[in-house]
T-cell receptor, first 115, second 111 residues
Framework: SAVISQKPSRDICQRGTSLTIQCQVD?????MFWYRQQPGQSLTLIAT?????????ESGFVIDKFPISRPNLTFSTLTVSNMSPEDSSIYLC????????????FGSGTRLTVV | GENVEQHPSTLSVQEGDSAVIKCTYS??????FPWYKQELGKRPQLIID?????GEKKDQRIAVTLNKTAKHFSLHITETQPEDSAVYFC??????????FGTGTSLTVIP
């Protein structure tokens, strides 16, 4: 299965600032996905990142707050903008391997704390 | 979008007993249903999945059943072991790649 490197692994940020999370995959993938997992909660899909086109955002998530880049088939970034304590969460990128082994492979996650 | 409900939220079983986790989904277009296991502080890992053209799938001590008519699917773990203790998430996919997750079940296997 794909190997996904995600960084930073954790960060503590001041409110009002922005953090960019990077996700690198060891193979070319068409779609990459960004999820949020709040403490003790489930995983919520933020957006789907396609190479060469705008990301597709789920209800409740907007581009101004979570801008996404997808410059090539192995890399994506998610920025959490103008952060507030409510943004404290684990952010995970994932790639779709339903055509291969099935399901998603997740990155190791970024644990974000906003103070 | 798809709405996935999962029950129970917590489950405790004695080692060797069986555990069953149930999920329902709302979108009849969903055709792929994976299950993930997440240990504390780790990323979710796929443990089993089922597609809508199959009613049941088994992999050693783990099995998943799907009832498309009723829009529900279940995870069955037999002969539970302490290392099965984790949070389990079901998911449904109407598109084949965008997944919508259930709320999770924290399973504790008591030695």
């Amino acid at each position: 299965s794909a190997v996904i490197s995600q960084k930073p692994s954790r960060d503590i940020c001041q409110r009002g600032t922005s953090l960019t999370i990077q996700c690198q995959v060891d193979s070319q993938v068409t779609m990459m996905f960004w999820y949020r997992q709040q403490p003790g909660q489930s995983l919520t899909l933020i957006a789907t990142a396609n190479q060469g086109s705008e990301a597709t955002y789920e209800s409740g998530f907007v581009i101004d707050k979570f801008p996404i880049s997808r410059p090539n088939l192995t890399f994506s970034t998610l920025t959490v903008s103008n952060m507030s304590p409510e943004d404290s969460s684990i952010y995970l990128c994932s790639v779709d391997e339903t055509g291969a082994r099935g399901g998603y492979t997740f990155g190791s996650g970024t644990r974000l704390t906003v103070v | 979008g798809e709405n996935v409900e999962q029950h129970p939220s917590t489950l405790s079983v004695q080692e060797g007993d069986s555990a069953v986790i149930k999920c329902t989904y709302s979108d009849s277009a969903s055709n792929y249903f994976p299950w993930y296991k997440q240990e504390l502080g780790k990323r979710p890992q796929l443990i089993i999945d089922i597609r809508s053209n199959v009613g049941e799938k088994k992999d050693q001590r783990i099995a998943v059943t799907l009832n498309k008519t009723a829009k529900h699917f279940s995870l069955h773990i037999t002969e539970t072991q302490p290392e099965d203790s984790a949070v389990y998430f079901c998911a449904a996919s109407p598109t084949g790649n965008q997944f919508y997750f259930g709320t999770g079940t924290s399973l504790t296997v008591i030695p």
